[in-house]
Structure formats: structure tokens, C-alpha cells
């Protein structure tokens, strides 16, 4: 079982407006018994602390919950979901799903700070070490913490030019702190410096995890292997860069063949929290539900349709649901679904409810409305599963309010399996490559949908669409598209339904069909988005201390 730090004791860092003003306002690491549950030390000061094996492996825990605490709060299906269409919302997330986002919406503030936080807390860490540890310390745990940051450093950034497109390069905070005149770094800049950051910890990780959760040399190369994929298409003009495909395709074989990684059997189980670390994971986030606020997964508060299912008073998800974009795209065989969305009147066995009057039952979707004029009962949502985990004696008492320490997947085997395939397809219009069609088809089946004999790059997109739901790629999805065929990505959008409906099932009870109406009070389904809107706005607070952030982007110094 999966043992998980405290980060009571840690000498932590927290960026209040991180490019404006970078100020300090924690501490960085906690230390107990394995990895995320060490004891804790009184006190913690760099210049004493990394003496130890130990200790230098427990400065890099924090890398792997509570600097990415802001981002998968609410910003990672904000931006990941609701912006790429898999989500609809009447309330919290709506200017992500109509593609209204601004430089006010909270989600764009959130993930600027939690990515230029866990680019500080890499800085610090990689400083740290080079300049703390001591002479007891093994030169490959050394090597592995600077690793771990500069793999999670250069993840960081991924997400930030994806999102921001040009945005500052930092890797020393002391200077920037008296730093007046900071600059974005072009696109190009940015991605060569992700590669290099990524290409170091794929050189210097492992290949088994010093700790269970850890990463390892295939979780480098995994993430390595969708960074060249993505950095292909960057001004291709509908084609993508062969150099960089290669090395996309080489490094996800690579992966496949040695990492020892295999896919779960069953689709849904990748997201019971009795399942962390399991096979298919190749990088998770790593949380404790009673830790140090911050170190545990909040999501469920969020997502969940109500309380009667979290055994508190979070469960403030019954305003969000599918798009019926998604919807439309499920198979009626698609196993992936009902492991990603609840319909009205649907079974889970493993989940509980509060039916009131003390009753507690395994889970009925409730049916909560009727047609005015037929008396037909239906759901206008249909309401998020995936990381929805339930109450805590559906996961041995490790729930509480706002608080779950199931894993938040970045990177899986199926995944990888989808890269070698795009890769292998690059610029063609299809291909029927026989590696290509068995892990293709190896995620197909395993949803319990047919096997496909040629695949496009629409089946690869579609497939991704479907297997990523929920876990924050979809936008991110388009950005790569965007990057070599931009017309293609904004017309995807452009005609993504993404407005009111009514899904009638066919029993309230242990429904087993539904079907789907567009709600006839709502005339705006479509949100066309251009090129001027794609991009996140910087955060207003940023700009307003940072207006130098508005000026040109220059290339970065290697």
C-alpha cells in the first residue's frame, strides 16, 4: 500500500503573484518513514537538512502533490475538460465551456500559479541540492532528486506554453526576484528547454522507483515521448516535423517493450483508489487525505453530484455533467463511460449512498426531474464519475471532507500506446501499421469496442477523446492539433455541442438505455472560438504588477 507524506513538518514554498513579486511565504519538505509518510523534523533549514539520503529524497516530495494542489483543484478539468469539450456547466465552469475564458477567470490564475509554483520548487530543490547535500549522500540520489525536478520543472512549462503560449523561462529565483525586466521566451525557446529538462530525468531516473509512486527512467521517456509528439506539429502548416515524430515513436516503443507496464484489465478499476500505482501508471500524482492542507486530493468535492455520496458536506458537482458532445461519441458498448459519467437510474455496486432516515445503500443515480408535458423522467445532467470515489467506508475510511488520496493519473500506459500510434502515423492519411493497430487496438478492445484494420488521425483523436475524459487532456488534445492544422482544431471546437439537453432513462432504477434530447430552452449549443481566443489570457494580477509580460517574446539563452 501506497505510504504518503505528511507535509505537516516541510519546508514548503508558496509564489503569491510568482512573477510579480515572488514571495516566499513557507517551507519546503516533510519527512516520515517511505516517501510521502516520513517524520517530520522540528525544525528544517537548508544548510542542515540535506545530509541524508533521506532527507535529499524527502526535499523532492513535495514535487509530487502540493505544488500541483492549485492546478488539480478545479484548473485541470476547468481547462483540461471543460475547455475541450467533455464537460458542460450552468455554474462555475461556464466560461471555460463556452470558451469564454478571461484574465479573471479563476481557473487561469490557479494553474499560473501552481505551474510557476512547482517551477520555483524545482529551482529551489535542484539549488538545494548542489549546493546542500552532503558528502554522505550518494551522487545518484543527488542526480535523482535534481531528476525528479527538472522532469517535473519541464512538465510544468509544457503545460504553460500549451496554455499561454510564450511565457518566461526561470531556473534561478534569487535572480528574478530582483529581476525588473523579465521577458517571455518565444514558443520555440520554450519547447527546447521542456525537451532538455525531460531528456536529463529520462538520463537519470531509474528504471524501478526508489519508492513505490516515484518516477522512474520510463515515466521520463513516456512523458518524453508525448513531448516530441506534440512540439511536432509546432508551425508545421498541416504537416508535422518527421525528426521529432522518430523520436516520439522511438522513445513510446521503447517504453512498451522495458518499462514492465501493462494495461489494466478492466477500464474501470484504473480509478478505484484501492488501484494506486497499479500496473498501468507510469506517473501519478501522489495525495493524502489527512495531510497538510494541500496534499490531498480535492476533486471529488467538486465532481461529485452531492453529499449523500461523499459522507460530508462537499458534493457540489450536481451543476456539471458530460457535454452532449461526449455523450453523442460513447458507443452504447463503450465500458469507458459509465467509468467516467453516471447516467440517470445507473447501478454502482461500490459506491454508497445516503438514502436519509439513516439508510445507507449501494448507489442508484437519482432521477431528479419530469417533462412538463409528458411526465417522462430525466436528468438535465449527467454527472461526473471518474475520481468520484465515495463515501469513506467505500475506501477503508480514507475520505473526509474535501479530502481524497486517490492518484491523479499524468501519464498511462494507454496513453503511450496512443502516442506510438500517432507517431507512427505522422503526416499520413492513414495507416495500417500492424504495432500501430495492436496498441491502438489494445485501448479499443479493452473499452469493449471492435478492433479496427486502418486508423486515421480522427480515430486517434476520437480515442483519445474518449479513454482521457476527465482526466484533463482533452484541451490539450487540441493544442496539438492546433499546433499543425489550425483550421481543423478551431472547426472541432467550433462545432462541439456543448449546450442544455435532458437524458431520459429507461428505468429510474437500474436503467439500462437512455436517450438524449437537446434542452429546448436553450438556443446556444455552439461557441465559436478563433485564433485571437484559443490561448489563455495572461492572469490580470500578473500583468498588472508584470506589464513587461505584454512585450514581445525573445529567445532564451541555452
Not at 489 to 507: E, N
Request: with cysteine; glycine share 6%.
Amino acid at each position: 500500500m501506497l505510504a504518503i507524506i505528511k507535509l505537516t513538518a516541510m519546508k514548503k514554498i508558496n509564489y503569491k503573484h510568482y512573477l510579480a513579486g515572488l514571495l516566499i511565504i513557507g517551507s519546503m519538505a516533510g519527512c516520515k518513514r517511505d516517501f510521502l509518510d516520513r517524520r517530520p523534523e522540528d525544525t528544517i533549514v537548508d544548510a542542515n537538512f540535506y545530509q541524508t539520503s533521506a532527507q535529499v529524497l524527502a526535499g523532492s516530495a513535495p514535487l509530487y502533490n502540493l505544488v500541483w494542489f492549485s492546478y488539480n483543484d478545479k484548473a485541470s478539468h476547468g481547462i483540461g475538460d471543460a475547455r475541450g469539450g467533455v464537460l458542460y456547466s450552468g455554474s462555475y465552469q461556464i466560461e471555460n465551456t463556452e470558451m469564454r475564458t478571461t484574465a479573471t477567470t479563476a481557473e487561469v490564475g490557479s494553474s499560473w500559479q501552481s505551474f510557476f509554483n512547482i517551477v520555483g520548487q524545482s529551482n529551489l530543490l535542484i539549488n538545494n541540492v548542489e549546493k546542500y547535500a552532503g558528502v554522505s549522500v550518494p551522487e545518484n540520489i543527488k542526480q535523482h532528486a535534481i531528476a525528479e525536478a527538472r522532469f517535473m520543472r519541464g512538465l510544468a512549462y509544457s503545460y504553460l506554453v500549451q496554455n499561454w503560449g510564450p511565457v518566461p523561462i526561470i531556473t534561478n529565483n534569487n535572480t528574478l526576484l530582483q529581476d525588473t525586466t523579465l521577458a517571455r521566451n518565444t514558443v520555440e525557446s520554450v519547447w527546447e528547454f521542456i525537451i532538455r529538462d525531460i531528456s536529463f530525468a529520462a538520463n537519470n531516473l531509474p528504471p524501478t522507483p526508489v519508492q513505490t509512486g516515484r518516477l522512474t527512467k520510463w515515466s521520463a521517456e513516456g512523458m518524453l515521448a508525448k513531448m516530441y509528439l506534440t512540439r511536432a506539429g509546432l508551425g508545421g502548416n498541416g504537416t508535422r516535423n518527421q525528426e521529432d515524430l522518430d523520436s516520439a515513436k522511438y522513445l513510446a516503443k521503447h517504453v512498451i517493450d522495458n518499462s514492465g507496464a501493462a494495461l489494466m484489465r478492466n477500464y474501470e478499476d484504473l480509478f478505484l483508489m484501492k488501484n494506486n500505482n497499479n500496473s498501468e501508471s507510469l506517473f501519478s500524482l501522489q495525495w493524502k487525505y489527512d495531510g497538510t492542507w494541500g496534499a490531498q486530493n480535492s476533486v471529488q468535492a467538486f465532481l461529485a453530484f452531492g453529499s449523500s455520496i461523499t459522507g460530508f458536506s462537499d458534493g457540489w458537482g450536481g451543476d456539471i455533467g458530460a457535454s452532449k458532445y461526449i455523450m453523442d461519441k460513447y458507443s452504447p458498448n463503450d465500458k469507458r463511460r459509465k467509468a467516467t459519467f453516471m447516467y440517470p437510474g445507473e447501478h454502482y455496486s461500490y459506491i454508497h449512498q445516503d438514502v436519509g432516515a439513516g439508510v445507507i445503500k449501494e448507489l442508484d443515480v437519482p432521477v431528479n426531474s419530469k417533462d412538463a408535458t409528458t411526465g417522462e423522467p430525466y436528468n438535465s445532467r449527467v454527472w461526473v464519475k471518474k475520481y468520484v470515489v465515495g463515501r469513506p467506508e467505500d475506501n477503508e475510511g480514507k475520505v473526509q471532507q474535501q479530502r481524497t488520496e486517490i492518484n491523479t493519473y499524468m501519464l498511462r500506459l494507454a496513453d503511450v500506446y496512443l502516442i506510438y500510434a500517432d507517431a507512427v502515423l505522422g503526416n499520413n492519411a492513414t495507416t495500417s501499421d500492424p504495432l500501430a493497430l495492436e496498441y491502438f487496438n489494445a485501448v479499443r478492445t479493452r473499452a469493449n469496442l471492435d478492433a479496427k484494420q486502418s486508423i486515421t488521425y480522427d480515430d486517434i483523436y476520437n480515442e483519445r477523446f474518449l479513454e482521457f475524459a476527465m482526466e484533463g487532456q482533452a484541451w490539450y488534445d487540441l493544442v496539438r492539433l492546433y499546433y499543425f492544422n489550425p483550421t481543423k482544431a478551431l472547426d472541432i471546437i467550433s462545432h462541439q455541442d456543448r449546450g442544455a439537453y435532458r437524458v431520459f432513462p429507461d428505468k429510474t432504477v437500474g436503467a439500462t438505455s437512455w436517450v438524449v434530447k437537446e434542452d429546448p430552452n436553450d438556443a446556444s449549443r455552439f461557441f465559436p472560438v478563433t485564433a485571437a481566443n484559443f490561448f489563455l489570457p495572461i492572469p490580470s494580477t500578473e500583468l498588472t504588477k508584470a506589464p513587461n509580460l505584454n512585450k514581445p517574446p525573445v529567445p532564451y539563452q541555452f
